[in-house]
């Protein structure tokens, strides 16, 4: 059978359904598509589901219920086209992503088979401020949808965003905000990942990448060596007394931008403050003590599926930065990127990942990142809103 193009409409049996714009639609007004419901006229009851399934609330800082996660995820969640790599977040990082300040329990939502208990499925929504084109509305961020490898194709991923949305809706919540690799019914945005290798003998070995017919493996290891220490002067460890002058520079640094988060010193505590493993933040400090600059990535490990002598390979991804502006424009921010490769490289990260979106395409050329092929489409839901270009969304979803 001949594939339909993606942008064809009446495919979405699913999303066909839902308050999201169509994919011929070409978007002019701003704003929700249906209005808020009053509490009175939101279904009560949780939906029906299978009999041989129930709805559970998974309880995260119950270490047995943050494992069945961890385990549900990292043997069932996002892999390659090729299916050689599968993200494995740790379940600290689960923990992390899923309960920043105003978490809800009853958003962590599972299903578990009755009989066995196995988690089989999952979804998860926080609370944020999110900012489009200068309007502030408040909204979920919807991650982490999962439903085991046996059980797909049987209409489950449905059930799970039609339940987390009317467990969110009943708290008076109407919008969201999710990323996904695959197209959907429409998205605001579209980017493309970058990756930069910092490992460059461990990626070829796994085969993440490949030595161009015009490179030598001794070649590859000059190309991309960094050196061992930072090099903007005052580089050091973001620490919990660096939370009011880095949400200050954030907040200055991100409102240039049509599409973010909108951060308070509470959730750059939560996003920013160093865990091991998790969250890595530095901070530029002058003689003044002053806090002239930030930046952070992400510790995001993706299991080696097929044989090879390495189990992971272990990626830094860029997440919140703002650089100085004290008027070195576009050079201050390759700087401060290069350090954050420096200090990964410190780290035994192998890779360094980020999307072409914000200021990126500054850096991306000059610090040797090489284009991936995956791209990853920024949605919201019931919200109609022109596309954002891609340099103007800021929007991390971890
Ligand atoms: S994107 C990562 C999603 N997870 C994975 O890719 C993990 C591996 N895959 C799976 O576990 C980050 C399954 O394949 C999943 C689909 C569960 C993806 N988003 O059950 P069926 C996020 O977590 C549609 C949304 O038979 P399945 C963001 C698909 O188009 N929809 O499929 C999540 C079709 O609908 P259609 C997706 O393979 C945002 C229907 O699902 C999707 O067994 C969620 C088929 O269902 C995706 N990534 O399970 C939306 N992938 O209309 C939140 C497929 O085409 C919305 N589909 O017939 C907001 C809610 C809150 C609102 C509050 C106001």
Known sequence: ????????????????????????????????????KPISEIRAEPYPIHKDFEWVTVDLEDEAENRDVYELLSNNYVEDDEATLRFDYSAEFIKWALMPPGW??????????????????????????????????????????CVHKKLRSKRLAPMLIKEVTRRINLTGIFQAAYTAGVYLPKPVATCRYYHRSLNPKKLVDTGFSYIPRNMTMARMIRLYKVPEEPKTPGMRLMTAADVPQVTKLLRKYQSKFELYHMLNEEEVAHWLTPIDKVVYSYVVEDEKKRITDVVSFYSLPSAVIGKSAHSHINAAYLFHYAPSDLGAGDKRLQQIIYDALILAKAASFDVFNCIEFMDNAKFIEPLKFGRGNGDLHFYLYNYRCADVARENVALFMV
Do not use: C
């Open 104 to 145: 809800r329990r009853d958003w962590h939502l599972g299903v578990r088979v009755k009989t066995s208990r196995k988690l089989v499925g999952f979804i998860g929504g926080i609370p944020a401020r999110v900012s489009v084109r200068g309007k502030e509305i408040s909204m979920v961020e919807i991650n982490f949808l």
């Open 1 to 36: 059978a001949k594939r339909r193009p993606k942008e064809d409409m009446s495919q979405y049996k699913f999303w066909g359904t839902q308050p999201v714009p169509r994919t011929d639609e070409v978007v002019t007004d701003e704003g929700p598509i249906e209005p808020n």
